[in-house]
């Protein structure tokens, strides 16, 4: 048991990464590792223990076995299916959160693997790429539109409607080119004689624990709701516990304290003073720029310190969540749970063209706006 548990943090080359990353900074940025705890989101770090935990639990029930192999049925063809779960992604992360919306799609679209001969990672990839575009729409679709908007002073509508050009764009354009890479190639269903079993009182339970965890989170009781899912895995099913990659939270934590470990450094802190005397171009780069090395959440922060929170801000940092894997927490997310080496640096073949358009898509709104 403790072997497992163990396995995923001694095989996590990224985290490994991270941590001599932060060793070094620790040498040139003061050092206050008393600061570093509080460095840490624990919002996000309980709100993701949550999900994995319930999503696990639903995987482990064999629920989305049963669900893919409907949804193969219904699609004929891989472009059909593509098409079907990228619009899905973008759609459930507008008002889900895009984090959420991977832990819903992902799983499912991993077990499609076992049924149909379908380029699984590619199309994680795609739905990486949807959350992101989709959850820029609204105030809720991500953490740093909840921090704009509630700086905006903008209604949901308001915010929604600058939102929306950009959104529609960078969907049409992610569509487009979903069609064109993954062809109109029928499905073939690999299990037709196989039934599988699953476990509705799994599933039931998962439901009834979702629930518990989203009034907690929606209550700021998230850490109540967190020790009712786990207690209930506990008693419902332990495996479930067991078989989580729990190294993905580490893998947030130090992120969150090499982020800190950046901001502090002399050089960067300088360099910010002169924020504000940007121009509306410079402060656009800055936002796309910042955001590929240190993500578009911490970015955000950083800036609403130097510059209010408007439009030119608002697609910059959502701009930014494209390009490189930091870009966007959601990237690390749904990369992760594909469990695949080759699929890290795959994501940037599309990822960064994705960037680059976005970027002047965004610029020439801005402009005609």
Known sequence: MLLTLVRPFARDRFLHLLLLVGVALSFVAPFQPQRWVHAIDWHTIITLAGLMM?????????????????MVKRF???????????????LLSTFLTNDVALFIIVPLTITLKKLCAIPISRLIIFEALAVNAGSLLTPIGNPQNI???????????????????????????????????????KLVYQTHDKRHDWQPRLVLSCVALYAVFIVSLELKQEIWGLAVVAVGFLLLA???????DWSLLLVFMVMFIDVYLITQ????????AGINQLSG??????????????????????LLNFVPASVLLAFAVNIGGFGLLPG???NLIALRMANDRRIWVRFHYYSLPMLLWAAAVGYGLLYLL
């Open 54 to 70: 319930l999503t696990k639990g639903v995987e482990q029930s064999g629920y989305f076995d049963v669900l893919g192999r409907r």
């Open 76 to 90: 004929d063809n891989e472009r059909t299916l593509a098409l079907f779960l990228v619009s899905a992604a973008a």
């Open 147 to 185: 921090l704009l908007w509630g700086r905006s002073g903008l209604s949901f509508g308001e915010f929604t409607w600058q939102m929306a050009p950009l959104a529609l764009a960078m969907m049409v354009s992610l569509l487009m080119l979903c069609g064109f890479c993954f062809p109109n190639k």
């Open 238 to 244: 332990r495996r479930v516990l067991l078989s989580i």
């Open 265 to 272: 450094l002399p050089v960067l802190q300088h360099a910010l």
């Open 281 to 302: 171009s410079g402060l656009f780069a800055l936002g796309i720029g910042l955001s590929q090395f240190i993500s578009n959440v911490p970015s955000t922060i950083l």
């Open 328 to 330: 966007s927490l959601a």
